[in-house]
């Protein structure tokens, strides 16, 4: 099986937004595993580490609990959207947009 792990996130700028494992960076440069959970890092190594990475780039291939979570979330979230705009509509008319999940990551 191959793993496609995902960019590089700063520890200072960002946190995982689900529970599990992560491989972190150590302040050396070498790499460890440490477990995301209860909005903190439950379970991690006794070194310094400034660096996060999910090990899975691609969605498709969690479990169906995680793809129902995640359908939930973006149905939550259209919704959200939705009332947005139609209480504060953007400049000129402009619907608001989701943000560039792209956004931010370390390369």
Not at 4 to 33: H, K, M, N
Not at 48 to 72: I, K, M
Request: negative net charge.
């Amino acid at each position: 099986m191959e793993i496609r792990p995902t960019a590089w996130f700063p520890l200072d700028g960002y946190t995982p937004v689900r529970e599990g494992w992560y491989e972190v960076q150590l302040v050396s440069g070498e790499t460890a595993f440490a477990k995301f959970g209860a909005d903190e890092w439950t379970e991690k190594p006794l070194l310094v580490f400034t660096h996060w990475r999910g090990l899975a780039s691609n969605p498709a291939r969690a479990d169906e609990s995680d793809q129902e979570h995640y359908s939930a979330e973006a149905t939550a979230a259209e919704g959200v959207r939705a009332a947005w705009n139609a209480f504060f509509p953007g400049l000129n008319g402009e619907a608001h947009k989701p943000s560039d999940p792209a956004h931010g990551e370390k390369g």
